[in-house]
């Protein structure tokens, strides 16, 4: 089953409102990455965060890597139409060395 | 800027046929992975590859064998297809490093088995 795993899948927001989603892993984590994936493209790598409890912010976007290294948030602030897309969290296991994709994502926006 | 090019973007085959899908990337990267991409499962591990001639199963490979002749090429190879693999493969590359960097995709390749 998933290792990763990642809520909500789907998350409808309202242009200009703020919005979370979340990362948890039932093993703990050496790091953890954010990707971002328009409609009709490829992941793209956003962030990776290392340290336990690191705060990371790229303009709006706010990333989070828990205490304990087995959870994670990426947090956008007034939510533009070019947020649009679907938002991986990716974790690297300590105990195999895999790289485990949580499901996504999916924002879409009402203008 | 990091390249990763898969062959085919869209491939229609019939159950039982052998299948190729090919990947190179042109930054010299070490590391390289073969993805597959369902609706509501995300991106599952398939196999990936940490150097030429070297293979590590990733969370599903079953059904999958891969081949690393090339640093710069990683292929992905279904002896006998079958209609539960329909997916979009993901190929993506990474430089060198336990915890490994950031991944690089190519655009995907969209296989539909009938």
């Known amino acids: 089953g998933q290792q990763v795993m990642q809520i909500p899948q789907y998350q409808h927001v309202q242009e200009g409102e703020d919005f979370t989603t979340y990362c948890n892993s039932s093993?703990?984590?050496?790091?953890i990455q954010w990707y971002k994936q328009r409609p009709g493209g490829h992941p793209v790598f956003l962030i990776q965060?290392?340290?336990?409890?690191e705060v990371k912010k790229q303009k709006r976007l706010t990333f989070q890597f828990g205490e304990a290294k087995k959870n994670s948030s990426l947090h956008i602030t007034a939510t533009q139409t070019t947020d649009v897309g679907t938002y991986f969290c990716?974790?690297?296991?300590?105990?195999?060395?895999?790289?485990?994709f949580g499901a996504g994502t999916t924002v879409t926006v009402r203008a | 800027d990091v390249k990763v090019t898969q062959s085919s973007r869209y491939l229609v085959k019939r159950t039982g046929e052998k299948v190729f899908l090919e990947c190179v990337q042109d930054?010299?990267?070490?590391?390289m992975f073969w993805y597959r991409q369902d609706p509501g499962l995300g991106l599952r591990l398939i196999y990936f590859?940490?150097?030429?001639?070297?293979?590590e199963k990733g969370d599903i490979p079953e059904g999958y064998s891969v081949s690393r002749e090339k640093k710069e090429r990683f292929s992905l190879i279904l002896e006998s297809a079958s209609t539960n693999q329909t997916s979009m493969y993901l190929c993506?590359?990474?430089?060198?490093?336990?915890?490994?960097?950031?991944?690089?995709f190519g655009e995907g390749s969209r296989l539909t088995v009938l």
């Open positions: 993506a590359s990474s430089l060198w490093g336990v915890n490994t960097g950031e991944l690089f």
């Open positions: 093993t703990t984590l050496s790091n």
């Open positions: 965060l290392v340290k336990s409890g």
């Open positions: 990716a974790g690297f296991r300590t105990n195999d060395y895999k790289l485990s």
């Open positions: 930054m010299d990267h070490e590391n």
């Open positions: 590859s940490y150097d030429v001639k070297m293979k």
